[in-house]
């Protein structure tokens, strides 16, 4: 089995700053890529930012400049550091990573989400 965890959502003015983190954890022989998906009241989850074993990295264009998304390999942890918040980035924040379990086959892993809320 394998869990993701993830922590540091909140309430934040905007123009401040969060970071997430998304920790796997259980029986994992490896991990691709690892990345954020949000989800916005009333609107479809969209992707966020996504890094790839080899640290290339993807944003959607509404982060680019504001978000980083960076990974411990060591820890299997990635980070979304967001800066310059907008209420727009309002949103319940998913991270998954391709995990390839000992014993299985990959795919992709959630963690159950973490709120972010930007207001004043």
């Known amino acids: 089995q394998v869990q993701l965890v993830e922590s540091g959502g909140g309430l934040v003015q905007p123009g401040g700053s969060l970071r997430l983190s998304c920790a796997a954890s259980?029986?994992?022989?490896?991990?691709?890529?690892m990345g954020w998906h949000r989800q916005a009241p009333g609107k479809q989850r969209e992707l966020v930012a996504a890094?790839?074993?080899?640290?290339?990295?993807n944003y959607a264009d509404s982060v680019k400049g504001r978000f980083t998304i960076s990974r411990d390999n060591a820890k299997n942890t990635v980070y979304l550091q967001m800066n310059s918040l907008k209420p727009e980035d309002t949103a319940v924040y998913y991270c998954?990573?391709?995990?390839?379990?000992?014993?299985?086959?990959?795919?992709?892993?959630w963690g159950k989400g973490t709120l972010v809320t930007v207001s004043s």
């Open positions: 998954y990573s391709t995990v390839v379990p000992y014993n299985a086959d990959g795919m992709d892993y």
């Open positions: 890094i790839a074993s080899g640290g290339s990295t």
């Open positions: 259980g029986s994992i022989f490896s991990i691709y890529a």
